[in-house]
Nanobody, 125 residues
Framework: QVQLVESGGRLVQAGDSLRLSCAAS????????MGWFRQASGKEREFVARINWIGSTTAYGDSVKGRFTISRDNAKNTLYLQMNSLKPEDTAVYYC??????????????????WGRGTQVTVSS
């Protein structure tokens, strides 16, 4: 089992950068692909980025491609999301999640078994 705690969310201005962290507890963190999702008020949860267990393969949602970077440090049991050129439409609660151990990598939230409680990112115009 994996417990996840996000941090780093805050109020920023458009064009700013922000780095989110996700601290994982449990010995199986390094065996899971990991993902970031976000949910804006009144909207469905949206895929942001994912990374494979070793950090060699990544994928991004179209709305963040070229601006956000996902990374991980398995020695520190930590997942990161570097967000650059932030826009007001990036405002949301951001969640990290651990992908199920079997099957192909997925961008669907249904394929992630463990979730953090989220951290709020607000981008003002």
């Amino acid at each position: 089992q994996v417990q996840l705690v996000e941090s780093g969310g805050r109020l920023v201005q458009a064009g700013d950068s922000l780095r989110l962290s996700c601290a994982a507890s449990g010995r199986t963190f390094s065996t899971h692909a990991m993902g970031w999702f976000r949910q804006a008020s009144g909207k469905e949860r949206e895929f942001v980025a994912r990374i494979n267990w070793i950090g060699s393969t990544t994928a991004y949602g179209d709305s963040v491609k070229g601006r956000f970077t996902i990374s991980r440090d398995n020695a520190k049991n930590t997942l990161y999301l570097q967000m650059n050129s932030l826009k007001p439409e990036d405002t949301a609660v951001y969640y990290c999640a651990a992908h199920r151990l079997r099957g192909s990598p997925s961008s669907s939230p249904h394929d992630y078994d463990y979730w953090g409680r989220g951290t709020q990112v607000t981008v003002s115009s």
